[in-house]
T-cell receptor
């Protein structure tokens, strides 16, 4: 158990819908990262937050947004969903930059 | 951008055999981690190893930062070692922890 929790574990929804994925980092970790794993793109970095502030952006679509709350949990919002958004979404946390990242169990999203 | 290449892409072993997985990267890195993704999809952190050598039980890893490669050694493999092994790096200079993943090595250990 990495100490990072993600909910829900599985999500099935339809095209055009909006979903919210939730992540709670390990106790004391200030950085939260979101990654997407798909069959064609592999594991890709989406976005990072540090202590409530956006720190870095990767290949995140404009239809996707994220935030980190004062209690340090984070949410990833995916809207206007398309079939191609079906993937495993991971959250990771670390104490700071260039430190070990610990990954949550992931949320498996299926868009039908 | 930075390239992270892992080899071999696939590996089949008999239980008890040893193996070496390789990760080559094209730029200097702040951070390098090895992960094991089990058949249930969970990503398990094996090593944080931007340089040097570490050992944890039957697993060990070595990163030679000046030559831009890292090796993961698995000794006396077990069926529970099956899964995908990923190398991930954070490039220099960077003030974030953004990890770039290789495509992985899929390992199957047969009983």
């Amino acid at each position: 158990d990495s100490g990072v929790t993600q909910t829900p574990k599985h999500l099935i929804t339809a095209t055009g819908q909006r979903v919210t994925l939730r992540c709670s980092p390990r106790s004391g970790d200030l950085s939260v990262y979101w990654y997407q794993q798909s069959l064609d793109q592999g594991l890709q970095f989406l976005i990072q937050y540090y202590n409530g502030e956006e720190r870095a952006k990767g290949n995140i679509l404009e239809r996707f947004s994220a935030q980190q709350f004062p209690d340090l949990h984070s949410e990833l919002n995916l809207s206007s969903l398309e079939l191609g958004d079906s993937a495993l979404y991971f959250c990771a946390s670390s104490g700071g930059d260039s430190e070990t990242q610990y990954f949550g169990p992931g949320t498996r999203l299926l868009v039908l | 951008g930075i390239q992270v290449e892992q080899s071999p892409p696939d590996l089949i072993l008999q239980e008890g055999a040893n193996s070496t997985l390789r990760c080559n990267f094209s730029d200097s890195v702040n951070n390098l981690q090895w992960f094991h993704q089990n058949p249930w999809g969970q990503l398990i952190n094996l090593f944080y190893i931007p340089s040097g050598t570490k050992q944890n039980g039957r697993l060990s890893a070595t990163t030679v930062a000046t030559e831009r490669y890292s090796l993961l050694y698995i000794s006396s493999s077990q069926t529970t070692d099956s899964g995908v092994y990923f190398c991930a790096v954070e490039i220099k200079p960077s003030n974030t922890g953004k990890l770039i993943f290789g495509q992985g090595t899929t390992l199957q250990v047969k009983p």
